[in-house]
């Protein structure tokens, strides 16, 4: 089993920023389509803030981004939502996803 699974999207990626972001992405597996960058990684523990950091520095105003952050080992969700130079955390037990989920979308 993996010890953590990493799901990335961010959007109003425009080809400058991904040539400035490309050399320091931590992610096995990379999807460029010249505005959205998807990035994934199954395996061992992996340092990802500094870039997020750097990816949230270098944002356009409309820029976005989600990072899910599954912790297999711990058993916990790290859910970030990064925007121009913000970046917030939600950390959710797993069990707790779906109802975390529906109250914060009043489901």
Not at 1 to 10: L, N, S
Request: glycine letters at 6%; a negative charge.
């Amino acid at each position: 089993m993996e010890d953590v699974r990493i799901y990335c999207d961010f959007h109003r990626i425009t080809p400058e920023i991904y040539e400035q972001l490309k050399g320091m992405i931590p992610f096995d597996q990379v999807d460029y389509d010249g505005d959205v960058l998807r990035l994934d990684h199954e395996g061992h523990y992996i340092l990802i803030d500094d870039f997020i950091e750097a990816v949230s520095n270098l944002l356009p105003e409309n820029g976005y981004g989600h990072v899910e952050f599954i912790d297999q080992l711990e058993w916990e969700v790290t859910r970030y939502t990064i925007k121009p130079g913000k970046i917030e955390s939600k950390v959710v037990k797993v069990d707790n996803v779906l109802d975390a989920h529906q109250r914060d979308h009043g489901l």
